[in-house]
């Protein structure tokens, strides 16, 4: 599977979670990539709205 297919089947828009991924990974910390995966990524914007709250 690719990344584009696997984020497709669990729900995401690809574009935007490629985007997103790359935005972010940079200044991931290394022992936290696993929640960059299609089945467990967050978009940042519901990350900021829900730090807001």
Do not use: S
């Amino acid at each position: 599977m690719t990344i584009i297919e696997t984020a497709k089947m669990n729900g995401l828009d690809p574009q935007a979670y490629l985007a997103d991924v790359l935005d972010r990974i940079q200044d991931h910390k290394i022992n936290r990539l696993a929640e960059l995966l299609p089945w467990n990524w967050v978009p940042t914007t519901a990350i900021i709205c829900a730090e807001a709250a």
